[in-house]
């Protein structure tokens, strides 16, 4: 079976090649053989067409790079659905708001590409996975080709917008994430035309907004999630954490220790909206008290933005956790800067002058 798909793989990647080798390109020889990296849609929706043909099938995993497990693990159940997996890597400009952190998110290119590469070297060991066929890693200018992206709440653009969904949470603390994921997300899914998309469990309201919009639009592929990867302390792995540092690091997991302290009540039978967060909320508000309680050289101080429960198709908030319907536990921390960092601290990228907004959830299953 690996070996039949080699075949296949290598003859249409060889006739893509000889058509569109002016304007996909590779990198050098030893990274990512397999892989075929392309920055503009014409020849990727060639190569896609050329895959169709030969009746293979595309998951797509679109990121905005700053690749970590969480990433790799989508692309690698990506593998196992499909024959080709097409991973995107573009920062999209339109869902970060004016003052948010556009100009400072991490960009790691090559670490992306070794570690894709080191996925593909393992995929080609697993009989019968797909590879990892094409990295789409747009220019902006091919994204938004008719205006400049536009990232104001009243921008002039195209743009798809979801409400209320868009609005809550999330959306209420970033007024136009949403809108951006949306019509960045419509955008890939029109150039890829994936079998199937693939999304984290961590960023669960994403999830929400992704599978509204391809029911709303008729998209015709499959929202596939998948499960939070989590460092070992339980904190939720995310491309901004290396902005941490090991003080904010030890104290962040504060997140998904609340999270799971709801849980424990729902578990326990708790389906009151108060029963089920209260020890959630305690514990965020003793941790962060012990914190501010600490000298400025050692504390690592943060705000609480929200802790919710809600429904999860439409993510209002509920009162009472229908046990059929099941809910959504989730919340958000912003970490701030350090204070005072110490001398010869590790401070993570930035040396801890940078504010970090962290989020995580737990999916509370219905019993049936
Ligand atoms: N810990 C994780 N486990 C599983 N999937 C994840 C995890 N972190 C991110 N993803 C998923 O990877 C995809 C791309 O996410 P993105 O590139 O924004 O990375 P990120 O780690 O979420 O970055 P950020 O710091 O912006 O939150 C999304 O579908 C996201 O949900
Ligand atoms: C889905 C996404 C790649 C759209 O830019 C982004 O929101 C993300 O990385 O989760
Ligand atoms: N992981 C979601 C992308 C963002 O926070 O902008």
Known sequence: MARGLQTIRSLSVLITRRSLSTTAFRTSPS???QTQIFRSDPPLRAYRRSLLLSNRTVGLVPTMGALHAGHLSLARLAALENTDVFVSIYINPTQFG??????????????DLAALDAL?????TIPGAGRISAIFAPTTDIMYPTLPPDSAVDGKGSFVTITPLATLLEGASRPVFFRGVATVCMKLFNICTPERVYFGQKDVQQTVVIRRLVKDFHVDTDVRVGPTQREESGLAMSS??????ARRRAVAVVLSQALRRAEEQYVAGKRKRGDILAPATWHLGRVAAEQEGLAKARRACFDVDYIAL?????MEEVQEVDPERGAILSGAIKMKELEEPGEGEECGVGGGRIAVRLIDNIILQPVV
Request: negative net charge; proline residues 9%; hydrophobic residues 30%.
């Open 31 to 33: 990274i990512l053989p």
């Open 98 to 111: 004016l003052h948010e952190d556009l100009s400072s998110y991490p960009k790691t290119w090559d670490a």
């Open 120 to 124: 593909d070297k393992e995929l080609a």
């Open 240 to 245: 901004r954490n290396v902005y941490l540092g």
């Open 310 to 314: 809600s429904d999860p198709e439409t």
